[in-house]
């Protein structure tokens, strides 16, 4: 009996050991963690130096505002890279180069003819705004060198993004194994109480339970009343179930397949607020709103061939989508070579997967909708700038066109022609605002032709 | 034993149950597409739109007319992409659109639409994306020597790092959105707007900076011409519209 309570208290202890483990190792978890996060703290704080002469900081505003579309510090883009440029030209014939450089070429100037034939003949737009001390702030900026610390900065941040869900990984597996652990020390627990009982010669509850009973489903049969209420119960239930799957015949409400690049509409039509038809533009004036030309995706990713570093992250750690590799994506398809700045002519179709698909016997017309009914996007797409992946929003049912029709007011106004008429239309039905169904809008020729 | 191999048996069942899920036919986030009932009457034989096909070049159904075709309400641009080909239309390139109330208003709304978000709403070079610094370097209309020619041939081409507007516009909405673009350039920089042309009367020529040099015989033809097209399509347009209401 003495060594029984010994064995129980020994058990006890093991269990309050692990126990006390388990919360110290947690804690030092977290103290890794707040570690792994403090750390990258130190290099950011890192300033470029400032240049020789001028202000390098008044000369990034300049840079951006008058050099950025085409230049870059490190990298070729419409024109050369920047970084190190006073030390391969004079100071004197920059000022003459930034401030007029046709003039430049025509005089015969042999450094200036080479730049440009070297960048295809393109004009380097003049700058006759632009002061000396202008330039010396601008040049200055551009001798900044490159910020080494962005590198490990990032990959810092990815391993304290990754080091997250690893803490939380080992804190779930200790935690489980602490539960097997519990399990275990029940059933030794049951086990050995059960011997002793056995030993000790009493009778337990459950050894006593064991007389004969109807079996359930007899009982359930000679309870006539319980079997009618179940069985209106499945009724209803199986009628209920074949209701909601006839009706999603044909119904792609929330479709959303995996496409080739992912395209993010809550980063272009969300944050970037560039407008729907900026890409969609036929929808403006043809039956279908187009999917853009890669020419359109180009019009800005020529000079954006890497997201910010915030939008990068939350890409990684909210999506598990790498924004920069979809890009490169792009390039690959329409064959833009970003180190030389030029086409290859190399072409690839994307692969689109289609989501909105009105059935062919159905007519929709986008223009009518979107630029003679004045309909926002939204209104059939929902809310596309939100959408991370785009999905179908509405289910484009007959039932609930019509319905759409049905309480859409028409906005008569400045329709000159037809005045006459929708004025006696309105009266027949009572003075009331016509709508899209006053005007046909139900009628079947409308969209069944 | 026996109830260790009851529980078995019924532990197997709901775990095939429950693997069965996966090949329900309801539509889920990333899915496959609902059943169709009578697919023939969803799907027709006739090629759909960016649907693939093996008579097509590359396997797409979209292309791009064959060249030399001339689509309707659509003109030859002569002017070459180069340098020389922006400075003629920069010197002779007039717009052939009147300077009309509507034709600016339609202007300012595709401006809204295609320039804004870099060009910003005033043509200051500040727009959203500039803002943001996601696209930067964008010049203020004021601080270019631009004409009406110089824009609409940069529309069409692009330029630097530009990409051209020329498949997202029609001839008609790129003379719109210059007119705009000038307007604006006239805001900024202090000069007044022109007046305004009433609806029926004659284009008249637009005092412009001009240089004497090289103004080809057939670019003028075409020119002229170009005024008479955008009116057809406006007809067109407004009959449309009203049928569809």
Redesign the interface.
């Known amino acids: 009996m003495i060594n029984r309570k010994l064995h129980f208290s020994a058990w006890q202890f093991i269990l309050a050991f692990v126990f006390v483990a388990f919360s110290a190792f947690s804690a030092g978890a977290q103290t890794d963690v707040t570690t792994n996060d403090g750390e990258p703290a130190t290099p950011q704080e890192v300033e470029p130096s400032a240049g020789s002469a001028g202000d390098s900081a008044l000369g990034k505003q300049l840079?951006?505002?008058?050099?950025?579309?085409?230049?870059n510090l490190y990298k070729k883009?419409?024109g050369p890279a920047l970084f190190g440029v006073t030390k391969k030209y004079e100071r004197e014939w920059l000022y003459k180069w930034i401030k007029n450089s046709a003039e430049l070429i025509a005089s015969g100037d042999p450094q200036a003819v080479a730049i440009y034939t070297e960048y295809n003949?393109?004009?380097m737009?003049a700058f006759p705004?632009l002061s000396n001390t202008d330039i010396d702030n601008i040049l200055a900026y551009t001798d900044t060198p490159k910020p080494v610390p962005t590198d490990s900065e990032v990959t810092g941040a990815g391993d304290g993004g990754a080091a997250d869900p690893t803490t939380n990984n080992i804190i779930l597996g200790a935690l489980a194994l602490v539960l097997l652990l519990l399990v275990v020390l029940l059933l030794v627990v049951n086990k050995t109480l059960k011997r002793f009982a056995e030993a000790n010669g009493i009778q337990t509850e459950f050894e006593t339970e064991k007389e004969e009973r109807t079996p359930i489903w007899k009982a359930f049969v000679q309870n006539q009343f319980l079997v009618l209420v179940s069985a209106i119960f499945l009724l209803l239930a199986s009628a209920y179930f074949a209701y909601g799957?006839l009706m999603?015949?044909?119904?792609?409400?929330?479709?959303?397949?995996?496409q080739p690049i992912h395209y993010s509409h809550r980063i272009h039509a969300g944050?970037?607020?560039?407008?729907c038809?900026?890409c969609h533009?036929s929808a403006r004036?043809s039956k279908?709103s187009?999917?853009p030309?890669l020419?359109?995706c180009?019009?800005?990713h020529?000079?954006?061939s890497q997201v910010?570093d915030d939008t990068y992250k939350e890409g990684i750690n909210e999506y598990g989508i790498d924004y920069n590799k979809e890009i490169q994506k792009l390039y690959a398809a329409t064959g833009w070579d970003s180190a030389e700045q030029v086409y290859t002519g190399d072409t690839e179709?994307v692969?689109?997967v289609?989501i909105h698909n009105l059935?062919?016997?159905a007519q929709f017309?986008h223009?009518?909708h979107v630029?003679?009914?004045n309909i926002a996007c939204q209104t059939c797409h929902g809310p596309v700038e939100e959408m991370e992946i785009m999905?179908q929003y509405s289910p484009l049912t007959m039932g609930w066109c019509i319905n759409c029709h049905r309480e859409t007011n028409?906005d008569?106004q400045g329709?000159g022609?037809?005045e006459q008429i929708h004025k006696e239309l309105s009266e027949k039905r009572g003075g009331r605002q016509l709508t899209?169904a006053d005007?046909g809008g139900l009628e079947c020729g409308k969209c069944h032709y | 034993m026996n109830t260790w191999y009851k529980t078995f048996i019924y532990a197997l069942t709901a775990a095939l149950l429950i693997s069965c899920r996966g090949e329900t036919k309801s539509v889920a986030a990333d899915g496959d597409r609902s059943v169709q009932y009578f697919p023939n009457m969803y799907e027709s034989a006739g090629y759909e739109t960016y649907q693939e096909g093996t008579v097509f070049e590359n396997n797409m159904e979209a292309q791009k007319p064959v060249e030399g075709t001339v689509s309707r309400g659509w003109m030859p641009y002569d002017y070459e992409n180069s340098n020389e080909g922006y400075a003629s239309a920069k010197a002779n390139l007039q717009n052939p659109l009147p300077y009309t109330e509507e034709n600016l208003e339609n202007g300012s709304v595709m401006y809204g639409i295609y320039c804004a978000i870099c060009h910003g709403k005033k043509g200051d070079g500040k727009g959203h994306l500039v803002e943001t610094e996601k696209i930067l370097g964008v010049p203020s209309y004021a601080d270019r020597p631009i004409t009406q020619g110089s824009i609409y041939h940069v529309m069409y081409y692009g330029i630097n790092s530009m990409g051209s507007y020329a498949s997202q516009t029609s001839e008609e909405e790129r003379w719109q959105i210059a007119h705009h673009v000038d307007a604006l350039r006239r805001d900024l920089q202090g000069v007044e707007r022109q007046a305004f042309v009433k609806s029926g009367e004659v284009a008249e020529p637009i005092a412009q900076p001009q240089d004497t040099t090289m103004v080809s015989s057939d670019k003028d033809a075409e020119m002229e011409e170009a005024p008479m097209q955008p009116q057809e399509i406006e007809e067109q347009e407004t009959e449309t519209q009203t049928d569809g209401q």
């Not at chain 1, 044909?250 to 397949?257: E, M, T």
């Not at chain 1, 944050?271 to 407008?275: P, R, T, V």
Request: glycine letters at 6%.
């Open positions: 840079f951006n505002a008058n050099c950025a579309s085409c230049h883009m419409t003949q393109k004009n737009n705004q799957a999603s015949v044909g119904v792609d409400q929330g479709y959303a397949p995996v944050e970037s607020q560039i407008d038809k900026y533009s004036e279908h187009g999917i030309s020419n359109v180009m019009n800005c020529k000079s954006i910010a179709p692969r689109w289609r059935p062919d016997l017309n223009a009518q630029t003679a009914g999905y028409v008569l329709n022609y037809y899209i005007l």
